[in-house]
């Protein structure tokens, strides 16, 4: 008997709405998982008025429902999913492995439960929260929102994506979220749990949607945030920020014994099955790189290759198709590099239409040979020599940067360059973070602004 799709709904003003335009979630190894509803261009408009109308909770009952809103989606059942047939089926359509998925979800109920704990760092020293604050009697810099509507254009490589946005609510603003249509349980299951924990339904929305009515949902917006084509094509707007590629980088100088970083190494490139901004994806090496790139070659090979879904499955599955065309990809882009891992390939097919992507270890001559700044959905890297004459250039346009090094005046140069977001310093790996910590700067940077209140 075949089982019955999941049936994931608008999540308009008014509640859910069954439109009538529907499309099939499948899993990786193409078997229809949900019924995903795509809002028509007419419903989006009403509902992105409805969420402009709205007022804003309280910032108590805001903070309150956000952390009910983490409990709720890690332990309830929601839209008819207990938190363990969400995670199956995050992991079986974006082919994560299921350990992958539940971190995710412990990660979301902890950050939702300290997100304004979180949101004060952000907050200038400066500015106060309020304009009733007794220091804007001798006149203050007060905090405040940019606008009353954010629309987010949410990416499907992994759940985390989501336990970002949520800080938009504590600030005020009403959300409206496009999911992707690779992975949309994620954002309709915290959609649910928001709206359970306290937050109307003209609050915050769940609007799948083609691609013209996501312009439409966009233009209604104040504010807009994601990697969706609909954003990649407004890179340029002032009101739009744009998700970009991590190309996340790790530098040995010669001063770190790289055997004392090698967990650190295949931690960095490998967690999280090695799908995030945040995982690195190319390393240089003051030196000759080829004993370390030989050293996690070897540590990577050893990854096992299953289905998602399995316990011990640690790398991502993808369908045979869009597995084999990542894999033309990568090797038309490493040719001419020297292969540790993966040279012949890093599809291995599973039998069911599905694929594991095996990781792959690249060796490149030069430390500005472009390959470096490749990055791909699995765990793949590039290794490169790099010398102190050639300076921070090699390292630049990077999310976050581990190195391990004792020189400071490069470690000042690393932290002054624009183009690298974060600074990792003595051996931590490239997705570390905690509360408080920016992601590529704080969301709260954009989403707000200091304006000068002055009462008698």
Known sequence: MTAALVPLDVLGPSGAYRARNRQHVPDVAGRPVAELALAPKVFVGRAMYALRAARPLPLDERVAAIARAGRLFAGAELGGLTPQAYEQAVSRVAGLPISVVRAATRTLARRTAHLHRGLQFARPAGAVGDWRDPLTRTGRAVWKRRGEVLSVHAAGNHPGTHSLWPEALALGYRVAVRPSRREPFTPHRLVLALRA????????????????????????????????????????????????????????????????????????????????????????????????????????????????????????????????????????????????????????????????????????????????????????????????AEGVAPLRDTLVLSAVTEDEALVDALCDDPTISNVHLGGHATHWTDTGMPHDGYLADFLMRSKTVLRG
């Open 197 to 388: 924990a306290g937050f109307g339904d003209d609050h915050v929305a769940l609007l799948p949607t083609e691609h013209e009515p996501a312009e439409a949902m966009l233009r209604a917006a104040d504010l807009a945030y994601g990697s969706d084509e609909i954003i990649r094509e407004r890179t340029e707007d002032r009101k739009v920020l744009p998700l970009t590629p991590g190309r996340s980088k790790i530098l040995l100088t010669a001063d770190a014994d790289w055997r004392v970083q090698l967990d650190m190494l295949v931690d960095s490139v490998a967690h999280h099955a090695g799908t995030g901004c945040v995982n690195a994806t190319a390393v240089f090496v003051e030196g000759d790189p080829a004993p370390v790139a030989e050293a996690l070659a070897e540590r990577l090979a050893g990854l096992p290759s299953l289905p998602p879904d399995d316990d011990k499955a640690r790398l991502p599955v993808q369908s045979v198709r869009a597995a084999r065309a990542l894999q033309s990809y990568v090797l038309g882009r490493a040719k001419g590099a020297r292969a540790w891992l993966g040279g012949d390939g890093v599809v291995d097919e599973l039998g069911d239409g599905s694929a594991v992507l095996r990781p792959a270890v690249f060796e490149l001559d030069r430390s500005d040979a472009p390959e470096a700044g490749t990055e791909v959905p699995f765990p793949c890297v590039w290794f490169a020599p790099w010398s102190r």
